[in-house]
């Protein structure tokens, strides 16, 4: 079983729709990213929380520590959102801020 | 400020040939990483570098190296390329900063086809 697990592994939504995507880990964290990665390739972290919520524009990230899950959110989804969305964690003692990645969740708007 | 620069961005080689990705990064960080990104599979990590002169092994070093040439540059070398290692590689540096949860940033990606 991996560490950390998302779902959905695809995900179509139509432009303006809310977007949840979850991440599930198994492992004690320090940490937990949310990155997005671009059809062009390159990867941007969005969010890094330990605890409650965090939001940016359309964006919200929350994380339950003692059920070990985290969400993402999209509010008003757009065409420009499309991309690859990948939950990350840090776990405690992990060394050097290593982190243990999600497989990613492929979320396509279509207009 | 470039961030973290990724070189070359596209490569293809033949089996047994050997070469070197190069990453550097302006932030002034300590930890730099490397990681490949297979289809159907997270982020693996292949070396990390804690500092400048130390490198430590990752989840997937098998068929690779590391040299920390600096503070700024992280190279990775394929000595004998295996057609399993095509892969797209990402370099990635993050601030340490004691107690303090610190992001990593990542440069654009290699791809590189081995033959």
């Known amino acids: 079983k991996n560490e950390v697990e998302q779902s959905p592994q695809n995900l179509t939504a139509q432009e303006g729709e809310f977007i949840t995507i979850n991440c599930s880990y198994s492992v004690g964290i320090s940490a937990l990213h949310w990155l997005q990665q671009h059809p062009g390739g390159g990867i941007v972290s969005l969010f890094m929380?330990?605890?409650g919520k965090k939001k940016h524009g359309r964006l919200i990230a929350t994380i339950n520590i003692q059920e070990k899950h985290s969400s993402l959110h999209i509010t008003a989804s757009h065409p420009r959102d499309s991309a690859v969305y990948i939950c990350?964690?840090?776990?405690?003692?992990?060394?050097?801020?290593?982190?243990?990645f999600g497989k990613g969740t492929k979320l396509s708007v279509k207009p | 400020n470039a961030g973290v620069t990724q070189t070359p961005k596209f490569q293809v080689l033949k089996t047994g040939q050997s070469m070197t990705l190069q990453c550097a990064q302006d932030?002034?960080?300590?930890?730099m990483y490397w990681y490949r990104q297979d289809p159907g599979m997270g982020l693996r990590l292949i070396y990390y570098s804690a500092s400048e002169g130390t490198t430590d092994k990752g989840e997937v070093p098998n068929g690779y190296n590391v040299s920390r040439l600096n503070k700024r540059e992280f190279s990775l070398r394929l000595e004998s390329a295996a057609p399993s290692q095509t892969s797209v590689y990402f370099c990635a540096s993050r601030r340490e900063q004691d107690r303090v949860n610190q992001p990593q940033h990542f440069g654009d990606g290699t791809r590189l086809s081995i033959l």
């Open positions: 932030m002034n960080h300590n930890s």
């Open positions: 929380l330990s605890s």
């Open positions: 990350a964690v840090r776990s405690h003692g992990g060394s050097q801020g290593n982190l243990i």
